[in-house]
Structure formats: C-alpha cells, structure tokens
C-alpha cells in the first residue's frame, strides 16, 4: 500500500469517528428540555415584536377625563354660538431625509432627559456648588430646566494662560473642558485610572517607553499633546509641553486641576482654528467619528452641561415653587 | 406519615412562561392605557410620578393578575381533565408545590427584568432630585417586585377559587379558601401600598 493511500485511509477512519461522535453527541439526552428552550426563544421574539410597534403621537391632546374636574353646572350654561375646540393632530415625520421635527414634545423630553444626565454627571464629578431646578407653568407649555453653578476651584483651574479675543470665550472653553473631563471621569473611575498609570509604568519598564494611551482624569494622550505644542509654538504654556518627557506629562495629566488647563487649551486651540462648534469640539476630543441623534449622545450631553452651566437663575420670587418630579406635560 | 416541609420545586415552563407573558402585558397596556394612568418603573426612578398614582398601580399590576388568572385557569383545567386516581390531591399538591412558587418568581422576575436597565444607570439617569435616595428607591423597587410576585399568585389563586366554586361540589373541601385569598390579597395590598406611600411621602 503506497504512503498516499494509507494516509487517505486514515483521514477517512478519522473523518467516519469524528462524524460518529458527532452524532453520538448530538443524540445526548438534552440538558435543558426542548420545550423550555422553544419557550426561552418564542417569547422574547414574541415581547420584541411588541416594542417595534411604534407609539402612536398626538399633539394637543387634552388631558383624559377632563371633563370630570369642570366645575359643574355647565350643562346648564347656554352653548356659547361660536365655540372653538383644539383637535388634537397626528405628529408623523416627513417621508425621506427630513431635519423638521414633527415632535416638539419628544424634542422636550429628549432636552430634559440630557440636562438630567449632565447634571448627574457634573454633580458626580464634584464640578457643582449649587444646581437648581426650574419649573414654570406660567406659560403652555409648562417650562423646566436646571441651571449649573460651577465650583470656583474647578474653574479657575480650567483658565489656561493663553491669549483669546474675548474673555467669554475663555471662560465658555472653561465651561466645556468641565463638562468633558467630567464625562470622562464617569467613564473611566479612580480605579480604572489607576490601572491604567499600573500599566504604563510596566509598560514601560517591558518595552522602553510609555503606551500612546489616554491618560488621566481628562484622558488624553500624550500624542495629542505634542500634536497641539507642535501647532501652537506662539502659546508659551502650550510650546512648553513639546520639551517635556513623557514621564513629565505624565506626571501633568496625573493631576486634575493640570487637565482640567489643557482640555481648555485643547478646545480653545480647535475654536480659534477650526471655528468648532462645541459639539464638534466635544466629538473631536473623544475622537467620536460618526455623530448619532440618540438621546444619550457624548458630544449632546456636554453641549447640554455647558448650556446649564451657563444658564442665568431667575429671580425666585418670580417663580412657582417647583415640585420634584415636575411634569412639563400639561 | 409526611415528615418535614413539602418539597418545593420549580416549573420552568411556568415560570419563563409567567415572565414573558407579565411582561408583554405591560407593553400592551403601556401602549393603551395613557401615560398619566399608567405607572412605570422609569417613571419611579426618574422625575415623572404618574398624577393618579393609585390607579396607575393598579393599571400596572393589571398584567401580572391577569397572567396568573390565566395561568390558573388553564392549569387547573388540564388537570381536571386528565385521569388520575386522585385528581384533587394531586391539583393540591402541585398548586402548593409548583405553581404558586413559579407564578411568583415568574412575576417577581418580569418585574425585576423591568426595573434592572434603570438600577444600573440610576447614576445617570436619576431624577438629581432624589438622586441621593439611592438605597431607599432601590428598597422601594424590590417591595414593589414582591408585590408583583403576590398579585400574580392572586390571580393564579383566584382562577382556581372560581372555578372550584363553578363545579360546585358540597361534600369536597375547596383547595383554595376564601382566607387563604383574602391573605395572599393582603399581602400583595400590604406591599404595594407601603411601596406607593412611602413614593408620594417623598416626592412630594
């Protein structure tokens, strides 16, 4: 028998016992019940299919059962000769790439559930000396915000030392490097960082030199830093960064009040060359390359955290009190 | 003679069954019912307390009884159709052995399923209002699957009770006592009603 033919018989024996097993293994008495299993598959599909089934929007809608808090008598009263009644309409989308937005209300609420977010993100990140909330039924439909104090600390940590046009604009990139290290540090914790620095200095230990790696409360990488130093050599602050070593900037990022100071520098740097809006600036920091319209987004819910923060507290007379968990809603 | 508790053991079917079925009855009536009717668990933990909280409860409890009402129904049908020796010991033995605990858990866990994506992003997305309510919001949450859990049972106990009393049978003792429901009924109203009070106390 030559070698050829022998091997071939023996990739056909081994090719027949594994197709056996196979079969063996397939025909096992099965773990879990088959109709369990049918079970665990047929009612999820089932509970999906009635979340796609969108929710149907009216606007002007009166409240349900209105009728029954009128003040009574009323059928009594003449009928008035010409009356006005407010329908309520069907709020669809238009067919095809549309920016109109059909639902103001949903727009209202996706603007609540942002501030909300924010807010609990600046309060967590210890940004905040006072936040208020705001609810005035005065006008229809009832309006509801938060304004943001942010802490002196932190802001006068965030003002870099270069020159802007206008002092407000300084102040604005101070606003949105809190709102953005703020994010950042709910994404990555204490711990998350300090394993991070761990690994760095193993790293570099193993290899030579540290990991191009987002660093610190801000995150950012020490590449970046030198990109800007490189781009900016009029800004001394920012110029000296390109001589520093790495363990140096380390050692910079390290600490918060140092990040909070180049996150504005950084956004300063993209405002004044590349006329960034604050999303964009948001979005290019994170290095987010396709922008999404979901409620929860990176680059709106800093735009929605600098909007609060630089949002003026009314005067308190003015207002209603405000009941937690107001409803906007009529 | 039986020595030691009854063994309690668990339907799978029933219990994944119960879950999905409470939990597809709550989209339906989130869909029907309008939202300032309709009790949600978001709405707990986020700044929008439904305005008739006590009929928002009972609008929100409305799936669960209705799958355990089922439940029961169908169950105590089958049973009383199929042969055996002895039926009624046998209806017996598995309503306290495997239905009541599956119908429960089966409950618990569709409420549980509801409430979990909102414990986990209550830092995100908590009203900042009560944001330091944490761990009295999520107590609050797990009575609230408790009474999930015991208006299920209700219902499972009320189908049997029903249908017990349509065959009516004067020499046989019924499996589900009118006591026996009124307790399950209380517990459930116990849980919800500490849960639904101590809600309105603090966002007022």
């Not at chain 1, 079970?39 to 009166?62: D, I, N, T």
């Not at chain 1, 009644?85 to 609420?109: F, K």
């Not at chain 2, 017996?92 to 119908?103: D, E, H, N």
Request: one cysteine or more; glycine letters at 6%.
């Amino acid at each position: 028998m030559t070698t050829a033919r022998r091997t071939g018989t023996r990739l056909w024996c081994f090719a027949r016992r594994f197709v056996a097993r196979l079969w063996s293994y397939w025909n096992l008495p099965p773990v879990v019940s088959r109709r369990l299993v049918a079970a665990l598959v047929a009612w999820p599909v089932l509970l999906f299919a009635f979340f796609l089934m969108p929710e149907v929007g009216y606007l002007s809608v009166p409240p349900l059962f209105a009728t029954a808090t009128q003040p009574p008598g009323k059928a009594d009263q003449p009928a008035p000769l010409q009356q006005i009644r407010q329908l309520a309409v069907l709020a669809l989308p238009m067919e095809g790439d549309s920016s109109q937005d059909p639902d103001s209300a949903q727009s209202e609420r996706t603007r609540q559930l942002r501030e909300r977010v924010g807010t609990n993100i600046l309060e967590v990140a210890g940004y905040l000396s006072e936040a208020y909330f705001i609810f005035n039924q005065e006008q229809y439909p009832a309006l509801s915000y938060y304004v943001l104090k942010p802490d002196g600390r932190a802001v006068s940590c965030a003002m870099p030392d270069v020159p802007v046009s206008e002092e407000s604009t300084r102040e604005h990139a101070a606003y949105l490097a809190l709102a953005i290290v703020a994010v950042e540090k709910f994404n990555r914790n204490a711990m998350h960082r300090l394993a991070e620095r761990t690994y760095a200095k193993l790293y570099r230990r193993a290899f030579g030199r540290l990991p191009d790696l987002s660093f610190g409360p801000a995150q950012i990488r020490l590449s970046l830093l030198r990109q800007i130093a490189a781009e900016r050599p009029d800004w001394p602050e920012v110029a000296s960064w390109a001589s520093m070593a790495d363990e140096q900037l380390l050692d910079v990022l390290w600490q918060e009040c140092n990040a909070l100071r180049i996150v504005t520098t950084f956004a300063l740097h993209q405002i004044d060359r590349r006329q960034l809006s604050d999303a964009d600036v948001a979005a290019t920091y994170a290095g987010q390359r396709r922008r999404s319209a979901a409620p929860i987004d990176y680059a709106s819910i800093v735009v929605a955290m600098v909007s609060m923060m630089e949002q003026v507290l009314p005067d308190k007379g003015a207002l209603p009190p405000a009941p937690i968990g107001g409803d906007p809603r009529p | 003679m039986r020595i030691g508790r009854p063994r309690v053991t668990m339907d799978s079917m029933l219990w994944v069954s119960t879950t999905f079925a409470v939990l597809v009855g709550s989209r339906l009536l989130s869909l029907a019912i309008p939202s300032e009717y309709y009790f949600t668990f978001q709405a707990l933990f986020s700044d929008r307390p439904s305005q008739k909280m006590v009929l928002s409860v009972l609008g929100k409890m409305l799936s669960p009884f209705l799958v355990g009402f089922v439940a029961g129904w169908l169950l105590d049908r089958v049973t009383r159709q199929s042969e055996g020796i002895n039926r009624r010991a046998t209806l017996a033995r598995r309503l306290r052995q495997r239905w009541s605990p599956s119908v429960f858990l089966g409950a618990f866990s569709a409420a549980f399923i509801s409430a979990w994506p909102m414990i986990v992003y209550w830092d995100l997305l908590a009203n900042p209002e009560v944001a330091h309510l944490k761990a009295l919001f999520f107590l609050l949450y797990l009575i609230y699957m408790l009474a999930f859990g015991y208006v299920a049972l209700l219902g499972l106990l009320a189908a049997i009770f029903i249908r017990e009393h349509m065959v009516a049978d004067p020499g046989i003792r019924k499996i589900v006592s009118g006591g026996e429901l009124s307790r399950v009924g209380a517990l459930w109203l116990l849980h919800s009603g500490i849960a639904s009070a101590v809600l309105e106390a603090i966002t007022k």
